[in-house]
């Protein structure tokens, strides 16, 4: 499978270029979205409105005929409209389970700050245990299950802040951003006379993508690339400007994200620039900084960098 590290795995040139119908420019988010499906991981999509963020989850779940649903955070909200519930059935004399929309492959969470932390814990429970619990009992999520929640940076009134302990469960923190004016003006030619989602059809079944899921974690990754991940890890909790590092479940998830990176790219094994590639999109949510550093204007996708620059690159075998 040693393609190259410019090439893509030709079941994933073909999803990328069947979302690129409909979303314009945009290669680096919908590649980095796929690194999360492939790698079994959610991602957080933090954006201003109207650039796109629905129009390219909705593209990605009918790319790989996966049944779409879109969920509206608002305040009131309750865990029992995401997870379903159980009702009377007075024909059986029992209770029967009455699926929830979270019930899906590909779940778009709109505006997940939205909504109280009880209706956001009971997302993170499917989020992280593939489950869902309802008046005691559990249920199954279908599988694969991919959550991409999305959240306004500009807007906080109203909003409920997603803990810490709630974002680490995101394998990347994304976004989008504006089209440049060519890109803009493609827009418009695109979606003038009709609209082009209507016209995708999946690329791969949903077997095809749960075989590259396991695929995936057989990407070799040398003891070397793994001493490098965990220096960079260690590094976010010495550094001065930081006041909360990466926790072990970031380590892990940044290996995870650099194996699917490299399985993306037609390789069958890691290399360094891979995780150099994931780190900012892994890490970057889960350091908290010091007041101070706030304060001065730091950022953490800068200090991110300054720790790429102290933490010495392996050199692989072979190389």
């Known amino acids: 499978m040693n393609r190259g590290f410019e090439s893509y795995h ?3 040139e073909k999803i990328i270029q069947n979302v690129e119908k409909v979303i314009v420019g945009k290669r680096k988010p919908i590649e980095l979205s796929l690194v999360a499906l492939l790698a079994q991981g959610h991602v957080l999509l933090e954006d201003v409105p109207g650039v796109g963020k629905t129009l390219m989850v909705k593209t990605i779940a009918k790319s790989v005929n996966a049944i779409f649903s ?3 955070f608002t305040p009131d909200l309750l865990p029992s409209d995401l997870t379903g519930l159980s009702i009377y059935d007075e024909k059986e004399k029992t209770f029967v389970f009455k699926p929830g929309p979270l019930m899906g492959n590909v779940i778009l969470a709109d505006e997940i700050n ?4 009880k209706t956001q814990a009971a997302l993170l ?3 992280e245990e593939g489950t869902v619990t309802v008046d005691g009992a559990t249920h199954h999520l279908p599988q694969p299950f ?3 929640a999305t959240q306004n940076p500009i807007e906080y009134e109203g909003t409920f802040p997603l803990p810490e302990a709630q974002l680490d469960r995101f394998l990347l923190k994304l976004d989008i951003g504006y089209p440049s004016k060519e890109e803009e003006l493609e827009v418009l030619n695109r979606f003038e006379k009709h609209e082009p989602l209507d016209e995708v059809e999946s690329v791969i079944s949903l077997s095809q993508l749960m075989d590259m899921q396991e695929e995936v ?7 070397s690339i793994k001493q490098y991940i965990v220096d960079i890890v260690n590094e976010t909790r010495r550094h001065s400007s930081i006041l909360l590092g990466v926790s072990p479940r970031g380590t892990l998830q940044l290996m995870k994200a650099a194996k699917s990176y490299a399985y993306i790219h037609g390789r069958d094994f890691v290399i360094p620039d891979d995780v150099k590639t994931l780190a900012p999109y892994v890490l970057s949510h889960r350091i908290v900084l010091h007041q101070e550093a706030v304060f001065s204007g730091k950022q953490t996708s800068r200090l991110i960098q300054e720790i790429f620059e102290k933490v010495p690159v392996p050199i692989m075998k072979g190389s």
């Open 10 to 12: 030709p079941e994933i």
């Open 70 to 72: 879109r969920i509206q």
């Open 114 to 117: 939205r909504t109280t932390p």
């Open 125 to 127: 429970e499917g989020m």
């Open 146 to 148: 991919f959550v991409m």
């Open 217 to 223: 974690k057989n990407i070799f990754v040398e003891d």
